[in-house]
């Protein structure tokens, strides 16, 4: 039983486009988060959501929108696709908002052409 | 700010052989600390955690790190390397807030036959 699971596992696209992520999270956890590995292996936090509501909302582009139809769930909507968009995006999700571990989603490979 | 070093990009080790992987950070408070594994096209896997007590902590896959609050350091080390080992190494930090983890660059461990 997969605790923090992402789909797709990989997306290749064109600029311009629109698309989307989506994490789901078994573990009955509060927070989930998205995180951005670049082409240098840099983690970054992107988002953080507690119970549906928006906690963190670093200095990510209007573009990136992050939703939460549940606790259980946190999507990333890509507005126009740009290159440097291109990245592995992980999901993450811990008990409690300040909850000490958090766990990680596969991650998705984005690729934009 | 708060951060995370990592000072070594990249590292061989032979099979066999041990290994330390180091990990610096900044943070005026008791930090909570964490090491993760990526292995090639995976997710990231939670080797071993501190959150106070005993300084010495266990992990999975025969792993261990040391808390030095003098040296604010969280070194990652292993007493024998297994080819299945080689991957990207990340160390982490909660932030002050609680809100998300800050993690270095990663150390890339490669291991020789």
């Known amino acids: 039983d997969t605790a923090v699971s992402q789909t797709p596992k990989y997306l290749v696209t064109q600029m311009g486009n629109d698309k989307s992520i989506k994490c789901e999270q078994n573990?009955?956890?509060?927070?989930m988060y998205w995180y951005k590995q670049d082409s240098k292996k840099f983690l970054k936090i992107m988002f953080s959501y507690n119970n549906k509501e928006l906690i963190i909302n670093e200095t990510v582009p209007n573009r990136f929108s992050p939703k939460s139809p549940d606790k259980a769930h946190l999507n990333l909507h890509i507005n126009s696709l740009e290159l440097g968009d291109s990245a592995v995006y992980f999901c993450a999700s811990s008990q409690t908002q300040g909850g000490k571990t958090q766990y990680f989603g596969p991650g998705t490979r984005l690729l934009v052409l | 700010a708060q951060s995370v070093t990592q000072p070594d990009i990249h590292i061989t080790v032979s099979e066999g052989a041990s290994l330390e992987l180091r990990c610096n950070y900044s943070y005026g408070a008791t930090p909570y600390l964490f090491w993760y594994v990526q292995s090639p096209g995976q997710g990231l896997q939670l080797l071993l955690k501190y959150f106070s007590g005993d300084t010495l902590v266990q992990g999975i896959k025969g792993f261990e790190a040391e808390f030095k609050r003098s040296q604010s350091s969280f070194n990652l080390r292993k007493p024998s390397v297994h080819w299945s080992d080689a991957a990207e190494y990340f160390c982490?930090?909660?932030?002050?807030?609680?809100?998300?983890?800050?993690f270095g660059k990663g150390t890339t461990l490669s291991v020789s036959s």
């Open positions: 982490a930090v909660r932030n002050q807030a609680g809100t998300a983890l800050i």
């Open positions: 573990l009955g956890h509060d927070t």
